[in-house]
């Protein structure tokens, strides 16, 4: 038998939300609808086991153990070395009496049925035993008094023998699922919901836990937990450093450029130049020998590319001598927890010290979930690359290209510890472009707005415009020569 302590799920990120896995000789419960991946999460934890050498017990009360053995191999699990106890009906029972049932009262002795677990748990002395679905038992009783004093020596009997039990119920037995809530010593929920699949402890007897529905990813290589981001249980130290731009006038309007380990918001109109100034930074981190990585929400890294080599960023040198990833975005694919997910191995497995986000308006369109809970979600997320020392930047479209100033798109600038803005004015005719900060937590900076250009070498700034009134509406008038 096992020595008390953890026992890992086999799920990494759930072994994360329980705190390092399931308390052993305990019995643990797993609710959820149909396909929330209530069995899938049971394969996990009886393969972890069998690899740890545990020895291990599958109690099937629905599907035939070769169902069961079918089903996990379309998964990628090889079940070999678990035991079996196939309660699951035959097709007599169907026979029998023209109905499709399972295990009545009046068709199986419950006496027949504990003789047998008797016999399997005596014969395995398992260390872990999964139970699919213990609601089954309810078939074999009068009544739900008599199923929960049932399903209560089931589990004393296998708890007391050292065994870790982990049991599914069905929906639509209500009353039976929450009494077993009460008799079990934690509940794990599976569900569905506007941003995918999730997972939620609800009770974890003697451990701390994390709260709240983490995203679940089920796949050809089984199920995947993105527990939600906690930004106050990850950093490190920080250095009060500059970060350059590489541009001399852009860093002077910066006093120097912008802080390591800040979040800044470059925010501006379609098309003004917003993604060109991020990748300055990007540059040169790169010359200073550190690793940066782009989100790429709105456009594929071949035309982030091709645009950023057409100014003079050797984007493509960067990316083949990895100080440089671009990692595409594809539209509703990822949950906000997975994409926190990824940021996290960027920086704690491959030391990102910058990340792009580009842009905010894909990050809203992309994550699925609600608008208030993404804008939760990205402070989490700034809140966790500023405690790791991470410089983030983020790209904010606005919609409106003249006419009244709007610094960023609703609700973004209270993220920002920084704020360069970039605008199209309408002068005599002609259509420029003008720079400014807005923002600067850590430092003074210049007030002054710059014309703004992109040339064949990158960005150029031109020298204070002076003499002109009403900047920021986007039509100045002059106020002298």
């Known amino acids: 038998m096992s020595e008390v302590g953890r026992l890992a799920t086999g799920i990494p990120g759930l072994d994360s939300v329980l705190r390092g896995g399931f308390l052993s000789g305990r019995s643990y419960m797993l609710r959820g609808g149909p396909g929330t991946g209530k069995t899938i999460l049971g394969y996990h934890f009886l393969t972890a086991g069998r690899d740890r050498g545990e020895s291990t017990l599958f109690v099937n009360f629905e599907e035939s153990t070769e169902r069961v053995r079918e089903n996990a191999a379309s998964l990628g699990f090889d079940l070999d070395g678990i035991e079996f106890l196939d309660l ?3 097709a007599d029972v169907f026979a029998e009496d023209r109905t499709y049932g399972v295990f009545a009262a009046d068709e199986v002795e419950s006496e027949e049925v504990t003789a047998a677990i ?12 999964f139970v699919d679905p213990l609601t089954q038992l309810r078939h074999l009783v009068r009544d739900d008094y008599q199923f929960r004093r049932e399903a209560a020596s089931f589990m004393r ?5 050292g065994a870790t039990v982990l049991f599914s119920t069905q929906p639509g037995t209500t009353g039976s699922v929450e009494d077993l809530e009460f008799l079990c010593d934690g509940s794990v929920h599976l569900s569905h919901a506007e941003k995918g699949r999730t997972v939620e402890v609800t009770k974890f007897r003697g451990s701390g836990f994390q709260s709240g529905q983490h995203t679940v990813r089920i796949d050809e290589g089984g199920m995947s937990v993105f527990p939600k981001l906690v930004p106050t249980d990850h950093g490190r130290s920080l250095t009060d450093e500059r970060i350059s731009s590489g541009v001399e006038r852009l860093d002077a309007m910066l006093s120097g450029g912008i802080q390591r380990g800040s979040v800044s918001v470059i925010s501006g109109p379609s098309g003004v130049g917003k993604s060109t100034t991020a990748t300055h930074f990007l540059k040169e981190a790169a010359a200073r020998g550190e690793r940066s990585v782009a989100y790429l929400f709105e ?17 493509g040198e960067m990316t083949g001598e990895g100080s440089l990833a ?7 694919s990822v949950s906000p927890d997975e ?26 369109l992309s994550i699925r979930g609600e608008s208030d809970e993404l804008l939760r979600e990205i402070h989490a997320l700034c809140r966790y690359l500023r405690n790791m020392g991470v410089t983030a930047i983020l790209v904010d479209d606005v919609g409106t290209i003249t006419g009244d100033f709007e610094p960023t798109s609703d609700r973004i600038s209270y993220l920002a510890d920084n704020m360069l803005f970039l605008r199209y004015l309408e002068m005599q005719g002609e259509l420029r472009k003008a720079a400014g900060v807005l923002k600067m937590r850590a430092s003074d900076f210049e007030r002054t707005l710059r014309e703004f250009e992109i040339t064949d070498e990158g960005i150029v700034l031109g020298e204070p415009l002076r003499n002109l009134r009403g900047i920021l509406t986007g039509t100045p008038e002059f106020t002298g020569e």
């Open 88 to 90: 699951s009906p035959g």
């Open 326 to 332: 671009l990692e595409e975005v594809e539209p509703l």
């Open 339 to 364: 994409f926190a997910h990824a940021v996290r191995e960027e920086v704690e497995e491959r030391d990102a010290r910058v990340v792009l986000i580009d842009g905010l308006s894909g990050y809203r």
């Open 299 to 315: 456009e594929d890294a071949a035309t982030f590319t091709h645009r950023s080599e057409s100014v003079g960023i050797p984007v």
């Open 157 to 161: 009997y296998l708890t007391e023998g």
């Open 118 to 129: 008797v016999d399997a748990v005596d014969r395995v002395d398992p260390d872990r035993v």
